[in-house]
């Protein structure tokens, strides 16, 4: 429990604080954001996951899915081939890093800005639609479009 409250406070902190050409709380109520934390951009979890995700972009379009890359003090936004990364000005970016650190984490962040999901694993597309499909808010989005 102490655990999940520091994990939630840090990415909180984290959101809040990224101000780098974009601000993650703006995307509050709007999108909903998945947030690929690696050490190094040549793991191959991380790169198996990128594939993954690049194989179902309609799927995370209909979903309002936002991807972002985090590795250490960078990130970059999006799924292109533009591996540019920036870098995050935070007042404190360690807490964020403190929380955990294993070489692999994936977030995904819901419309309420609450973490939703959290895994060191591979998140498989058809996983990650389906916890998204079952979210109130998304049967809402469902139901508005039929």
Not at 99 to 122: A, H, M, R
Not at 138 to 146: A, D, L
């Amino acid at each position: 429990m102490r655990h999940t409250i520091l994990l939630i406070f840090g990415l909180t902190f984290f959101i809040m604080n990224l101000t780098n050409a974009q601000d993650l709380s703006a995307h509050q109520w709007k999108d909903r954001l998945l947030l690929i934390k690696v050490n190094e951009p040549n793991n191959a979890i991380y790169k198996e996951q990128i594939k993954e995700l690049e194989k179902n972009l309609l799927g995370l379009a209909e979903r309002k899915i936002i991807v972002y890359h985090i590795k250490k003090d960078e990130f970059i936004k999006g799924l292109s081939n533009k591996k540019s990364w920036n870098t995050i000005k935070m007042k404190n970016k360690k807490d964020f890093l403190k929380v955990s650190n294993p070489e692999f984490e994936i977030f995904l962040i819901g419309l309420d800005g609450q973490v939703k999901l959290k895994q060191t694993e591979l998140l498989k597309s058809k996983e990650l639609f389906s916890k998204i499909d079952l979210m109130p808010m998304r049967m809402q989005e469902m139901n508005k479009s039929n």
